[in-house]
């Protein structure tokens, strides 16, 4: 088992930074990426963004260039850096683990709530 506790959500207006946090703990070993996902009522939740544990990246097409995402494998951490966020950013953000190289992660964090909004 994997357990994620994610941090970091908030209020922010447009055009501001957030920085999302997500530490894990349990079996560890077994996670072959992360990732944040986010969800708005009654829609799907999204993948954002994922890290393999060999540091590929991958990010939906309307964060790239806004959004980061970063690994620290010594403190089993993984942080989204939010950047230049718009209202449709505004969501339930999960921290997610994957323990296969596909497919829809195993483990998910409770989620953070990001608003953004004037």
């Known amino acids: 088992q994997v357990q994620l506790v994610e941090s970091g959500g908030g209020l922010v207006q447009p055009g501001g930074s957030l920085r999302l946090s997500c530490a894990a703990s349990?079996?560890?070993?077994?996670?072959?990426?992360m990732g944040w996902y986010r969800q708005t009522p009654g829609k799907q939740r999204d993948l954002v963004a994922l890290?393999?544990?060999?540091?590929?990246?991958h990010y939906v097409a309307s964060v790239k260039g806004r959004f980061t995402i970063s690994r620290d494998n010594a403190k089993n951490t993984v942080a989204l850096q939010m950047n230049s966020l718009k209202s449709e950013d505004t969501a339930v953000y999960y921290c997610?683990?994957?323990?296969?190289?596909?497919?829809?992660?195993?483990?998910w964090g409770q989620g953070t709530q990001v608003t953004v909004s004037s």
């Open positions: 349990g079996s560890i070993f077994s996670i072959y990426a």
């Open positions: 997610a683990a994957r323990v296969s190289t596909s497919g829809p992660p195993s483990y």
């Open positions: 890290i393999t544990n060999g540091g590929n990246t």
